[in-house]
Antibody
Framework: QVTVKESGPALVKPTQTLTLTCTFS??????????VSWIRQPPGKALEWLAR???????FYSTSLRTRLTISKDTSKNQVVLRMSNMDPVDTATYYC??????????????WGQGTLVTVSS | DIQMTQSPSSLSASVGDRVTITCRAS??????LNWYQQKPGKAPKLLMF???SLQSGVPSRFSGRGSGTDFTLTISSLQPEDFATYYC?????????FGQGTKLDI
């Protein structure tokens, strides 16, 4: 059974760097084909994809946020970490981690964490 | 980036109604289109993948159609638990992108 859980600070100050951790169980991040993404959702707004890391350490980023994001993984802990620099109040959102699966070759966000709300305020 | 546009943004309906939500991609994405349902305070839940494949456990009143740039999600007979926000998402290319959502309420 796959479980996903996000963790991190609930409150960060403007200009600080946010560090979020996603902890998985039920599979290994080192398994071939495993891909994990971060997605966020400002209050009352739409979902926004942020980044993806693959089992082979390939990394992919949102076009608009790529200069501020770093995604990494710790296989020994079965964790994926997202860092977002220079936080601003507009980055206030619920941040989700999701495991990507394939159905007939079509990728989709299959297993989601419950999300963690991050508020950016001084 | 591929832009995903959903219509309508909101929709009022009643139990038993048939409703259709439309999603349009700014360029052809083949069948790389997924649909999610989200209820307040919860993570999104996958409904459909590959434009028309029903995720395991999702009721058969949900169906998806389309290819290329135009897609639809249809709920054949609305149930009380279907009142939620629905998002389309393309997985054809990175960056992945979502539609702006369609809020379905009574």
């Amino acid at each position: 059974q796959v479980t996903v859980k996000e963790s991190g600070p609930a409150l960060v100050k403007p200009t600080q760097t946010l560090t979020l951790t996603c902890t998985f169980s039920g599979f290994s991040l080192s398994t071939s084909g495993i891909r994990v993404s971060w997605i966020r959702q400002p209050p009352g707004k739409a979902l926004e994809w942020l980044a993806r890391i693959d089992w082979d350490d390939d990394e992919f980023y949102s076009t608009s946020l790529r200069t501020r994001l770093t995604i990494s993984k710790d296989t020994s802990k079965n964790q994926v970490v997202l860092r977002m620099s220079n936080m601003d109040p507009v980055d206030t959102a619920t941040y989700y981690c999701a495991l990507i699966s394939d159905g007939s070759g079509y990728p989709y966000f299959h297993y989601w964490g419950q999300g963690t709300l991050v508020t950016v305020s001084s | 980036d591929i832009q995903m546009t959903q219509s309508p943004s909101s929709l009022s309906a009643s139990v038993g109604d048939r409703v259709t939500i439309t999603c349009r991609a700014s360029q052809s994405i083949g069948y790389y289109l997924n649909w999610y349902q989200q209820k307040p305070g919860k993570a999104p839940k996958l409904l459909m993948f590959g434009a028309s494949s029903l995720q395991s456990g999702v009721p058969s009143r949900f169906s998806g159609r389309g290819s290329g740039t135009d897609f639809t999600l249809t709920i054949s007979s609305l149930q009380p638990e279907d009142f939620a926000t629905y998002y389309c998402q393309q997985s054809y290319s990175i960056p992945y992108t979502f539609g702006q959502g369609t809020k379905l309420d009574i």
